[in-house]
């Protein structure tokens, strides 16, 4: 009982904290806008997958790339969204959430381990369908240099840097393979095509992301 107490005491401490320091402005950080993102990233070739006016204005991002890259390794989709602040009504969409509403149904979850250098990062993995049509998405949350798969540890970071740095800036990345055919080695396929995306991706999105 005495640690439920204690648990709560801070919950609602920081949460007082959050709150007092709500109407804070956000300082400005300096990053690059995703107009210039590459549109070529190795053997990977990009072309635009413009989102419509309505989708933007329920996720309320104030930059974002949407795109598709192409290479031998099959075809995958990116979706970068990128808010300068969580406050005031904003807040980062969890897949989870958005897709069932697009008529995408999240059969399978797991976390997954992808090597980028010396680095190592752990993304979110899903499985989703929509009749026939099965994709695997991965996932992930980064801003101030963490990258988090966790919605839960995404929320608890923002609570924490909007106390310590009076910053709530963050970016959800998302990239997706289709999962061609029903064989048992469709969906190891897809997920090959999506690691060695990120492989590639990862290490130019610090420039857009401010840290």
Request: charged share 20%; glycine share 8%; with cysteine.
């Amino acid at each position: 009982m005495t640690a439920r107490i204690l648990i709560l005491s801070l919950c609602l401490l920081a949460g007082s904290a959050f709150i007092a320091m709500s109407s804070r402005s956000e300082p400005t950080m300096i990053r690059e806008s995703f107009d210039s993102f590459p549109a070529h990233i190795g053997e990977w070739g990009g072309r635009d997958a413009p989102m419509d006016k309505e989708a933007l204005e329920l996720l309320r991002v104030d930059d974002h790339l949407s795109r598709y890259y192409a290479s031998n390794a099959g075809v995958v989709g990116l979706y970068v969204g990128f808010f300068r602040s969580q406050r005031q009504g904003s807040a980062i969409h969890s897949p989870l959430n958005c897709l069932p509403g697009a008529g995408w149904d999240p059969i399978q979850r797991s976390y997954l381990n992808i090597t980028i250098g010396t680095q190592n990062i752990e993304v979110n993995k899903i499985i989703i369908q929509k009749g026939l049509e099965k994709q695997l998405v991965l996932y992930w949350y980064q801003g101030h240099g963490r990258t988090i798969a966790s919605e839960y540890w995404g929320k608890v970071y923002s609570v924490v840097d909007a106390i310590r740095i009076n910053r709530t800036d963050a970016a959800i990345i998302r990239v997706t393979s289709a999962v061609a055919g029903s064989d048992v080695g469709a969906e190891l396929r897809a997920e090959a095509s999506a690691v060695g995306f990120v492989q590639s991706v990862y290490p130019l999105l610090s420039s857009h992301l401010p840290e």
